[in-house]
């Protein structure tokens, strides 16, 4: 299974701009991405950039295989909230992705679920291919 993505940069690396596609599955169609809004322009409301698109996978992948770990365990979620905040340092690179996660899930103890939840950490495979990188996790349950 392979799945795609499009890139079109324009222009020098400072005063460039580029657009983001996804055109196997549509779901977004020339996003725009700037060294603004990697890199100064911290509200996003500019268009997007390269680690916010890993965030986005890497939330989504934790959240799947977070699921599956507990429904084997006995512990359906009803629900899953999951932000990963994907730190670049400039001249450095990318240095993490630290996940928060809340969960709505019936009969798991608190230490049940942020066991669950680092073991999701460590196996979904977003987070493998961002083995270069620290990546954490803060686990709590709602309510």
């Not at 799945?3 to 324009?10: D, G, L, N």
């Not at 701009?17 to 996804?22: N, P």
């Not at 990318?94 to 049940?112: F, K, M, Y």
Request: hydrophobic share 35%; charged share 20%.
């Amino acid at each position: 299974m392979k799945r795609s993505a499009q890139a079109v940069w324009k222009g020098d690396l400072k005063t460039g701009d580029g657009s983001l596609s996804t055109p196997q599955s549509g779901a977004f169609t020339n996003l725009p991405y700037s060294f603004k809004t990697r890199f100064e322009n911290e509200d996003g409301k500019e268009g997007t950039n390269p680690e916010e698109l890993i965030g986005a996978a890497h939330a989504g992948c934790f959240a799947m295989q977070l699921s599956a770990f507990l429904a084997e365990a006995g512990h359906p979620p009803e629900e899953l909230s999951v932000t990963a905040a994907v730190e670049l340092v400039p001249g450095t690179g990318i240095t993490g992705s630290h996940l928060t996660v809340r969960g709505n899930v019936p009969g798991i103890s608190a230490d049940e679920f942020e066991a669950q939840a680092k073991k999701a950490s460590r196996e979904c495979p977003v987070s493998k291919a961002l083995g270069a990188i620290k990546v954490t996790v803060d686990a709590s349950l709602a309510g």
